[in-house]
């Protein structure tokens, strides 16, 4: 039985902070350099998503499976877009930033604390024409030991 769960929040790409960083929250905001300014402000959104997904997840029960998971990230179209683009790239695999792997970054950096445990992920990112995204997570049965054969190359 394959089990899914949609969490309703659009999803985000990891953001590499630093201790630098730090400075900007002891800074009052009217005196910040507009290039200081926007990167407080990306950090605070990047802290937001991980709030807001985590309290999403724990509302609908959501507990990560390190055995075997596949994670469908809905990427919604700019708004620059045309409606004939939008409605043409619907569904169609997001092969453009931000990058799937910094997607899944931010994803397990906002629900747990070590992402050591998990063994088997399967990631895709998709458009969609709608103004917000969201997240699919469907567990799979995997099993825990397979029989593995030498490839003939290698065999002596």
């Not at 400075?23 to 709030?51: D, M, Q, S, T, V």
Request: charged fraction near 25%; glycine fraction near 4%; include cysteine.
């Amino acid at each position: 039985m394959i089990k899914k769960i949609t969490l309703n929040i659009t999803p985000q790409s990891h953001l590499r902070s630093t201790r630098g960083d730090s400075i900007f929250f002891r800074i009052p905001r009217e005196k910040l350099r507009p290039a200081g300014l926007a990167r407080l402000l990306r950090i605070e959104k990047y802290n937001n998503y991980k709030i807001d997904l985590l309290t999403e997840a724990k509302k609908k029960g959501f507990a990560l499976n390190p055995a075997g998971m596949h994670i469908t990230f809905w990427i919604p179209c700019p708004k620059s877009w045309s409606q004939t683009k939008k409605t043409a790239y619907h569904g169609m695999l997001h092969q453009a930033k931000p990058d799937i792997d910094n997607l899944a970054k931010a994803f397990f950096d906002s629900l747990v604390v070590e992402d050591k445990f998990i063994a088997n992920v399967t990631l895709t990112k998709r458009w969609v024409d709608f103004p917000l995204g969201w997240i699919d997570c469907e567990f799979k049965r995997v099993y825990n030991r397979v029989m593995v054969e030498l490839p003939h190359k290698y065999r002596v």
